[in-house]
Nanobody, 121 residues
Framework: QVQLVESGGGLVQPGGSLRLSCAAS????????MGWYRQVPGKQRELVAV???????NIADSVKGRFTISRDNAKNTVYLQMNSLKPEDTAVYYC???????????????WGQGTQVTVSS
């Protein structure tokens, strides 16, 4: 059984910073891609940033230069450092892990429970 547990969301003023963490637990050998998505009510979930096990990244244009994604493969944990936050960054942020090698096979497309990020003065 694979679980993703997120932490680090909250309320921050415009221009502030937050750091999200997501730890994957279970009998995990490796995880190919880990990433962050966000969703606001009435809109589709959108990609924020994703990082492969080798370190290559894909970051949405809307957050490029402000957000940084990183991971610790030994801890099966992915981080999202968010700087210069704007009100339009307000959303529920979801962690995703894809192509997870576990005892007995491979699991695909797991999601965390989501963590609220609110940027407001």
């Amino acid at each position: 059984q694979v679980q993703l547990v997120e932490s680090g969301g909250g309320l921050v003023q415009p221009g502030g910073s937050l750091r999200l963490s997501c730890a994957a637990s279970g009998s995990i050998f490796s995880i190919n891609a880990m990433g962050w998505y966000r969703q606001v009510p009435g809109k589709q979930r959108e990609l924020v940033a994703v990082i492969a096990s080798g370190g290559s990244t894909n970051i949405a244009d809307s957050v490029k230069g402000r957000f940084t994604i990183s991971r610790d493969n030994a801890k099966n944990t992915v981080y999202l450092q968010m700087n210069s936050l704007k009100p339009e960054d307000t959303a529920v942020y979801y962690c995703n892990a894809d192509k997870i090698r576990v005892a007995g096979g491979v699991k695909y497309n797991y999601w965390g429970q989501g963590t609220q990020v609110t940027v407001s003065s």
